[in-house]
C-alpha cells in the first residue's frame, strides 16, 4: 500500500426534501451575492430553479443567474460567468443539476480569484490559488463532482477535454434528494450508473499496489452501483435504488475507494474524453464504448486485479484459469452495459470516425497526458490508436 | 432507509513518517499555544512526546503538556486541562495517544469554551458551545475518534461513564502511521480490534431500515477488520495489517458505516460502559464480555439482520433455519474474540460482581440512557439486569 493523505469535508444534506435545507446553508454563510448555475430546461420546467431562488432570496441574498450549462460543459461559458461574478460581486456559486454544473461551477469559482485565463490550470500550466466557494443541489447521480476534487472542462475553440485536480474545489456542500433524480430518463440515469462505477473501477484496477480495505469497499460500492442500475432500469421511480446511486456516485469520487493504492490507471477517462471533446458524445456512454477495448489490451498486465474483478464484482464463477476468469469478467462488464442499453463499441455510439480521425484522438490523448497514461499497463499513442481501432466496431 | 447529515472534515495523513508532517499542519494554523496531551510512559520512552515536542516548537508555538491520561479517561484530569488552557491561553490542543487521549482533549476543548461545568455536556444538561481545536497523533488503532464527534468520559467522584456527541469535536487534522502502533502489546491490540469492529456492529445490528450501499460497505469494513485481526495476532509488526486496522478504526466510527441507518442500536456500549466504570476494565475487552449475552437476548427481534451477520460477515455457511444461522454467527463472533484472548463473560474479564452490583449497574445503565435503550429491541432496566446475570459465567 502506498501513503495517502485524504480530506473530504464536503457537508451532505441526503434525503427526502433536503433541499429545503439551502436557505439555512446560505444564511448561515452570510452569503451577500450568488450566481445561480444550471443547465437545461427540465430544472426550470420542474419548479425547482424557482423554489431555490426564492430559498436564496429568503437567505438574504441577492441572486445572479447563469443557465444554459451543456454536458461536456464549455469554455465559453465558464469565461462568462467568471465575468459576470466579478462584475456582480458573487462570493457564493451554487450549482443546480449534475456533473457538468458542477465542474462549470467549479471552474468559474477557480477563475474569479488569482487573474490570468482559467484555461491554464485545465492544461496545467498554473496550478489555482483559491475559488470563489461552490455549493450543490444535485439532480443526477453520475460524476461524483458534489463531493470530489475534479473538474472537466471542454475548450470549445479547440475541441480539447481536460480536467483539473483541486483539494480546493471541493464544494463546501451537497444537498442530494434522490428525489429530484426521479425523473432522469433511462439512457442518461444509464450513463450515471457507468460513471459512477467506473470511478471505482479506474482506482481498482491498478498495477500497483493496493490496501485490502480500500479493495473490500471498492467491491461493496461496485456489487451495489450493479444490483442498483438493475432495480432503477427496471423502475426508474424506485426511490432505494436512486439513493443508493446518488450515495454511490459521491463515494465512488471523493477518494474513498482509491485510498492507498497508486492513484489508478484513468485510461478509460482519458480515452473516453477525446471522444466527447470530437463528438459530443456522453461522458458515460464514451467510457463505455473503449473500456473493453481498452480491457482486453492491458489485462494480461494487470491478470490478479482483473481476475478479482470477475469473481468478486462481476459474479463470475471461480472455474477456470486466472486469464480466462479475467476475461469472463470483461465480458460480463460488457454485458451489463449493453443490458442498460450502453454502447460497447464506437460505432454503437452512433458516430463513424475514420482512420485519421482516430490517429488524431490518439495523438491528442497522448499530447494531454504528457505522452503516456497508465497504471495497469502504460499506454503511448500507438497504444491509444490500437485501443480506439479495436473499439472501431 | 432514513435521511441523513454528514460530514467529515477531519484531514488524514496516513502512512509512514506521517508525522513529520506535523510541524506544516500547525505551522499552517499559526498556533501559538499548544497543549501537548498524552497517556502513559510508552510514548515517552519511545522518544515520540521528544518529537512532538520539537515540532511544535518548530511550528513557533509555545507548548505545555498534560501526560497521564489513562484509559477510561477521567474526569478530573479534564478539568485539569481545562485549567492549564484558561490560564495559558491555548488556542490548539495536540493529543497524542489513542481513544482515551483523544476523548479527554475533545472534553477539555469543549470545556474552554462557553463557561460552565463540562461535565454538564456529558450528562446532557447542556450542549457544547464551541470548541479548542483538537489535533492528532494516533497510536492505536480502537476508539475511531481521531474522526469521530464522539467523547467518552468516566466521573471518578461518581464511577460514571458518559458520552456526548457534538460535530464541533471532529479532530482537525489525524496524522496516522502504522508504524506508531507497531509496538502495542497483544491484549490491547485484540481489544481494538473488539472495539473497531464494534463501532460498526452496533450500527449494522439495527431494528430499523438500512441503505444497501452502506450495508454492504459496513460488511466490507467488518471482514477486513476480522481477516486483519488474525494476521496482527499472528505477527505484531505486521505493517499491512496494521494500516488496513487503523484506517478501519476510523472509518468505522466517522460515520459512514451507518448512514441511512436509524442510528444504531449501542447497547452493547452502554452496558460495557458500566463494567469500565465500576472496575476500570478496558473498554474493548468489556464490550466482549456482554456482546453474546445481549445479541443471545435479541436476536429474535432482529432476526434478518443477525442472519445477515452471521452469512456475510462470520461466513457461516448457509445451511439452517434463519435462527439457526443468527445463533451461529452469535458464535462464530464469540470465538473470534475468544482466538484473540477477550473476554466473553464477566467473570472472564477478572471481576466478581455480586447480585447487587449487577443490579447496580443495570439501575445505572437505565438512568444514563433516558430509561431504556436500543434498536434491535428496546432494553429497559430488567433487560439490562437479565443480560448482565447471563453475561456473569
Redesign the interface.
Known amino acids: 500500500?502506498?501513503?495517502?493523505?485524504?480530506?473530504?469535508?464536503?457537508?451532505?444534506?441526503?434525503?427526502?426534501g433536503?433541499e429545503e435545507q439551502l436557505e439555512g446553508l446560505i444564511a448561515e454563510r452570510k452569503c451577500k451575492c450568488v450566481l445561480l448555475h444550471y443547465g437545461g430546461e427540465s430544472a426550470v420546467r420542474s419548479g425547482l430553479i424557482k423554489r431555490v431562488r426564492w430559498a436564496l432570496e429568503r437567505a438574504g441574498a441577492a441572486v445572479v443567474e447563469l443557465g444554459g450549462v451543456k454536458p461536456n460543459p464549455r469554455l465559453s461559458l465558464v469565461n462568462e460567468g467568471i465575468k459576470l461574478c466579478k462584475d456582480k460581486g458573487v462570493d457564493f456559486i451554487l450549482a443546480v443539476g449534475g456533473g457538468s454544473v458542477i465542474d462549470s461551477a467549479k471552474a468559474i469559482g477557480m477563475g474569479c480569484v488569482g487573474g490570468g485565463d482559467v484555461w491554464d490550470y485545465y492544461c496545467k500550466k498554473r496550478v489555482p490559488q483559491g475559488t470563489i466557494p461552490v455549493g450543490v443541489v444535485l439532480t443526477i447521480a453520475a460524476a461524483g463532482s458534489e463531493m470530489s476534487k475534479s473538474s472537466v472542462i471542454t475548450n470549445d475553440k479547440t475541441a480539447t477535454k481536460c480536467g483539473v485536480n483541486a483539494e480546493l474545489s471541493r464544494p463546501v456542500f451537497a444537498i442530494m434528494n434522490p428525489e429530484l433524480t426521479a425523473s432522469v430518463p433511462a439512457y442518461p440515469t444509464a450513463c450515471g450508473c457507468a460513471d459512477i462505477l467506473m470511478h471505482t473501477l479506474e482506482r481498482y484496477l491498478t498495477g500497483g499496489e493496493t490496501?485490502?480495505?480500500?479493495d473490500?469497499?471498492a467491491?461493496?460500492?461496485m456489487?451495489?452501483v450493479i444490483?442498483?442500475s438493475k432495480a432503477v432500469m427496471r423502475d426508474l421511480s424506485n426511490y432505494?435504488a436512486r439513493?443508493?446511486l446518488m450515495?454511490?456516485s459521491s463515494?465512488s469520487h471523493n477518494g474513498l475507494t482509491g485510498?492507498?493504492n497508486d492513484g489508478g490507471d484513468w485510461c478509460t477517462h482519458s480515452l473516453g474524453h477525446e471522444l466527447s471533446a470530437l463528438y459530443d458524445t456522453p461522458h458515460g456512454a464514451a467510457l463505455t464504448a473503449v473500456w473493453g477495448s481498452w480491457a482486453r489490451y492491458v489485462y494480461k498486465n494487470c491478470l490478479n486485479r482483473f481476475h478479482r474483478f470477475a469473481v468478486q464484482v462481476m459474479g463470475v464463477r471461480p472455474n477456470g484459469t486466472c486469464g480466462e476468469l479475467a476475461l469472463k469478467g470483461i465480458e460480463a462488464a460488457e454485458e451489463w452495459f449493453a443490458g442498460m442499453g450502453l454502447p460497447t463499441s464506437i460505432k454503437q455510439l452512433g458516430v463513424k470516425p475514420t482512420e485519421a480521425d482516430l490517429k488524431l484522438m490518439a495523438e491528442k490523448c497522448a499530447a494531454n497526458n504528457g505522452g503516456s497514461k497508465g497504471s495497469c499497463m502504460k499506454l503511448h499513442v500507438e497504444d491509444m490508436l490500437a485501443i480506439y481501432t479495436a473499439a472501431n466496431k
Open positions: 500500500m502506498y501513503d495517502f493523505s485524504y480530506c473530504a469535508p464536503t457537508k451532505v444534506c441526503f434525503g427526502r433536503s490496501l485490502k480495505l480500500t473490500s469497499i467491491e461493496a460500492l456489487t451495489t444490483s442498483s432505494e439513493a443508493n450515495w454511490a463515494l485510498l492507498g
